[in-house]
């Protein structure tokens, strides 16, 4: 397997990687670069799983965040959701 030179986890961070991003594009952001590691083969085995875990847990989080601005955009528009249209 190739090696690229992708940066790997800091130790900091697989240690506090239960806590999640104040915001969606802070845990898009590391679900990007976490991806890109994993696709690297740059990621020892033993980080590996733990990698996929919390990109598991980074995709769920964006994926409820962008449920509730949805519910949200629902709500304001009287239960009904809307084509966007850029003006």
Do not use: F, H
């Not at 992708?6 to 590391?30: G, H, V």
């Not at 962008?66 to 249209?85: C, F, M, S, Y």
């Amino acid at each position: 397997m190739p090696k690229a030179s992708a940066k790997p986890i800091p130790a900091e961070n697989a240690a506090d990687s239960s806590a999640m991003p104040a915001t969606y594009e802070a845990a898009l952001a590391e679900l990007e670069q976490l991806v890109s590691q994993l696709e690297s083969g740059s990621m020892p085995l033993e980080q590996l799983l733990s990698g996929y875990q919390r990109g598991a847990q980074l995709l769920q989080y964006c994926r409820d965040k962008l449920q509730a601005v949805e519910d949200q955009i629902k709500v304001l528009d009287e239960g009904t959701l809307k084509a966007w249209n850029p003006q």
